[in-house]
């Protein structure tokens, strides 16, 4: 516990822990509500020998994370597999074990400098600052200690780091199946895909140099463009044992180059957990407001996954998003359908407040549901759309029960 304890009081001097440090009048004067989302990294798996396979993953290496996750990407987006007839689930495992994908998030979290091993809490401090700034009077009152933020951001940072890989192919409209061409045979060894897979630059635009497109189309062709995608999401172990094994073992703010070899050498201790796996096949997208195949593509690319996202979140509950209320007269969230919100769906409404220990604590103290009609669409390119509801700032709720609620408290969807 020493190394912990010394840990503790240098978050504390970097500033991370004095929420009662805080004014009150800047905590009321703040709009933009941070809150705790999980981090992201997300993965397509390549398929160039396929229809529109190149064009596929073209618009995924340009994706954005959703805004209601943090980024947590490793500069790499696309990875190939080399056939051994494992399937996709014991390939994707038998990659994150060759590539030690468990221990290069620990080391995104910590800006790990790969040649001196020197790491920093900055990336910690600035998303955990949510326990340290928000409106709750509570809050304002308390002083988060270095301990507690420690603990706390093991529990609610890193423990809530996930990796979504993205199978993505093109789904003929005349038969249903997505059409293999048989044209390459990839070979290439995990290690290898790690280290040169990154993005697609802008040179290799399929969209501008036919020669390096797998189908040749034109906008006119693909009216009716769809894509099956199946997701399948992984989250980083991190427990008591590990945290301290990393904190005694690993953990350096001083060049220490027996540390740093023992981290690099280490492919047991950081790993992923499977948590599951949601399909669909994204519906025939409007070609309103898109005029070349690249649009298109994109649209319908973008939406199969924040659908799918949408799904996870729904089917596993650690996986839900927490959204700020912005407004309580009415009440209004920055969630829609984007998120799968419904005129079914169902939000607790959450109250954050620190305990003596200066840990957080959630309290459920009502439940709300969206307003049929007021459900913002926020998918993408519905602006360029027009829909009916894409011009709505936020979703607006009914609440269905409880007392008083206030800007900042957290909406989790309820299954």
Not at 32 to 38: A, F, I, K, N, T
């Amino acid at each position: 516990m020493g190394l912990l304890r010394r840990l503790a009081s240098a978050v504390a001097a970097a500033g991370i822990l004095l929420a009662g440090s805080l004014p009150t009048a800047a905590l009321a004067e703040e709009n933009d509500y941070d809150y705790e989302r999980s981090s992201l990294a997300m993965m397509l798996i390549r398929h160039e020998a396929t229809q529109f396979g190149v064009e596929i993953q073209y618009v995924f290496s340009r994706m954005r994370i959703p805004d209601r996750f943090n980024d947590h990407g490793l500069g790499v987006r696309l990875v190939s597999f080399a056939e051994q007839g494992r399937g996709t689930e014991g390939s994707i495992e038998s990659f994150v074990r060759q590539v030690a994908l468990g221990r290069r998030l620990v080391a995104r979290w910590f800006n790990r400098d790969k040649t001196s091993g020197v790491m920093n809490m900055d990336l910690v401090r600035q998303r955990g600052l949510y326990n340290a700034t928000r409106s709750s009077e509570e809050i304002a009152r308390s002083q988060m200690r270095g301990m507690a933020l420690l603990e706390d951001a093991g529990e609610n940072l890193l423990n809530n780091t996930y990796v979504v890989f993205n199978d993505i192919t093109y789904v003929d409209h005349a038969n249903g199946l997505g059409i293999f061409k048989d044209v390459m045979n990839v070979t290439s060894t995990l290690a290898q895909t790690w280290l040169t897979q990154t993005v697609v630059g802008d040179d290799d635009n399929p969209f501008e140099n036919p020669t390096l497109s797998s189908f040749n189309a034109s906008i006119d062709d693909i009216k009716s463009f769809r894509v099956k995608i199946v997701s399948y999401l992984y989250r980083l172990r991190w427990n008591d044992e590990v945290a301290g094994k990393f904190y005694s073992s690993y953990y350096t703010d001083s060049p220490d180059a027996a540390k740093s070899k023992a981290f690099d050498a280490d492919r047991e201790s950081f790993t992923l957990e499977y948590v599951g796996k949601v399909q669909s096949t994204a519906s025939n997208t409007s070609m309103k407001g898109t005029t070349t195949a690249e649009q298109l593509i994109t649209k319908v690319c973008t939406r199969a996954v924040d659908k799918n996202l949408a799904k996870l979140q729904k089917e596993f509950a650690d996986f839900r998003i927490k959204a700020p209320l912005v407004s309580t007269e009415p009440l209004v969230a920055h969630v829609g359908l984007r998120e799968d919100v419904t005129p079914d769906s169902r939000f607790e409404v959450l109250e954050r407040s620190i305990d003596k220990t200066g840990k957080v604590k959630y309290r459920r103290v009502g439940v709300i549901r969206p307003e049929k009609g007021r459900i913002c669409d926020n998918r993408y390119w519905a602006k360029e759309e027009e829909t009916e509801n894409s011009r709505l700032q936020g979703t607006t709720f009914t609440k269905v029960s409880g007392g008083s609620f206030y800007p900042g408290m957290l909406i989790r969807e309820i299954k």
